[in-house]
């Protein structure tokens, strides 16, 4: 029997930026030659166990990180902000926002094939990143839920402390639907590796893929779709927003450096989920996500303590989470791609350049990003994505890029690779800031974006939710 790839879901691009795909190795065998794939056991319990490591990693992860880092009058608004949104986006998934992502539609967005779930049962199955290997559906159907509702979290940390919870939800709902989805789909949308038999049906296949996909940019598992899409949509809303009440005049320390440490180790084992979980497959790749990921993230930890150490005179505690998050921002986008000494590499520069971003760029620009959104998640994202494309380089240890149609790894050209990478960070750039934008502007001129002075000096837990976090 054939796979009817038509109405198989299919995953995120990860391995393969098909180079070129003409004069390549003879036609493989037709996928009709070949029995109908069964998911393998193990790649399905990895799935799903990834799964649950990403939910780990926002709820409480992220929101015990986040917590910490906030005045004590405010942290039960920002647990609150997270758990709601990544609740609400998880229903908007499974409404529209899987079929939006990741079945065939134009360049920028998907079909409605998927809408309300239609036709998704136990046995549908997804296509992985190797020929004739597939996962359950709903197994990659959960899996992406957790990315769709941990990325619009992460913009909360931008203007926490002062923004309308109601503001909030709508601006999500709206952010999700005209910045997630469309980058979602122009990166991860790809017709799957069966459809690659030879150069004419990769062009065909290649053809139907989403717009970034196309460009040839490579994304392992969110540089561009979660942390640059997310770091910009928080800068545009902390600009408009404003600051916080004597932000600049008052002292506004974490108050719970505990919570921010433990939600900051949650964090860094969830995100072997998010990570390692991209593969999809449970083989000796994945561990090769995984030591990248490890590696990457100690590396930026230590560099950012370091350095730290060395400008102010102290190493602190906050100082090392917030170097390991950056590194595993740095990471994302290049762990399927890159060895573990550019891991490393990788990984040091990451801690310093967001170190540099969090503590010179606010100052000089005066923007009050609360929890510094912008200056890890944006710039971590920009740089791991745009030196995927060099470390990615097998010269430089790294694992290339899989031709689908030769069926080994390709010829690497690594200046074309960057600009694919350029292309990349450009697009969701200059998308998710226009969406965001707009986005901010109808919910500011409808119900308002900010709290009055007087609640925001109360503080937003006992005046918009009614509860106190410590007696």
């Known amino acids: 029997m054939r796979i009817d790839l038509a109405s198989t879901s299919v995953p995120r691009w990860s391995r393969a930026a098909l180079l ?100 998704m049962t136990g046995d549908s199955i997804a296509a992985t990143f190797s020929k004739g290997v597939v996962i359950p559906e709903l197994a990659y159907f959960v899996f992406q839920a957790t990315f769709a509702a941990i990325t619009p979290c992460l913009i909360v940390g931008a203007f926490a402390e002062r923004m309308k919870f109601s503001a909030m939800l709508v601006f999500m709902v709206l952010w999700f639907s005209f910045s997630y989805l469309p980058i979602a789909h122009m990166v991860w949308f790809w017709a799957g590796p069966d459809a690659y038999t030879s150069a004419d049906a990769g062009a065909a296949a290649t053809a139907t893929a989403g717009f970034l996909f196309q460009k040839g940019a490579l994304d392992f598992a969110g540089g561009t779709v979660v942390h640059i899409n997310a770091g910009i949509a928080g800068l545009v809303g902390c600009l408009l927003i404003g600051k916080r009440t004597g932000y600049g005049k008052v ?53 950012w303590m370091f350095a730290e150490w060395i400008s102010r005179g102290t190493p602190t505690m906050l100082g090392a989470a917030s170097g390991a998050v950056a590194g595993l921002v740095a990471i994302t986008p290049a762990c399927g791609f890159v060895g573990p000494m550019g891991a490393i590499v990788l990984g040091l520069i990451a801690g310093v350049l967001c170190l540099v971003a969090v503590s010179k760029l606010k100052t000089l620009f005066g923007y009050d990003d609360s929890l510094d959104v912008f200056g890890v998640h944006c710039v971590g994202g920009i740089l791991g994505a745009v030196l995927t494309g060099v470390f990615a380089d097998p010269a430089l240890g790294g694992a290339g890029v899989y031709d689908y149609v030769a069926n080994k790894v390709g010829d ?60």
Not at 69 to 86: A, E, G, I, T
Not at 280 to 293: D, H, Q, R, S
Not at 431 to 448: E, F, M, R
Not at 453 to 464: A, P, S
């Open 412 to 471: 690497f050209d690594m200046g074309a690779q960057v600009i694919a990478q350029l292309w990349g960070v450009g697009t969701t750039i200059v998308w998710s800031g226009i969406v965001s934008l707009v986005a901010y502007k109808l919910v500011d001129l409808t119900i308002g974006l900010r709290v009055s002075e007087d609640v925001e000096r109360e503080g937003l837990d006992t005046t918009l939710h009614g509860e106190r976090a410590y007696d």
């Open 20 to 119: 070129t795909l003409g004069a390549l190795a003879p036609v493989v065998a037709s996928a009709a030659d070949a029995a109908p794939p069964v998911p393998n056991k193990g790649d399905t319990a990895w799935v799903l166990i990834s799964t649950v490591l990403v939910i780990m990693m926002t709820i409480p992860g992220l929101a015990l990180f986040y917590g910490g880092l906030v005045r004590s009058k405010n942290v039960l608004s920002v647990l609150m902000q997270v758990f709601v949104v990544f609740s609400l986006m998880c229903l908007l998934w499974a409404i529209y926002g899987y079929s939006l992502a990741f079945t065939q539609g134009s360049d920028f967005l998907g079909g409605l094939d998927r809408l309300f779930m239609q036709g």
């Open 251 to 303: 002292a506004m320390p974490p108050h719970n450096l505990p919570f921010m440490m433990i939600g900051a180790s949650l964090l860094w084992v969830g995100w072997f989920g998010f990570n390692v979980g991209s593969n999809l497959e449970a083989n000796g790749f994945a561990g090769m996500v995984f030591a990248n990921t490890l590696l990457a993230t100690a590396a930026a930890a230590l560099s």
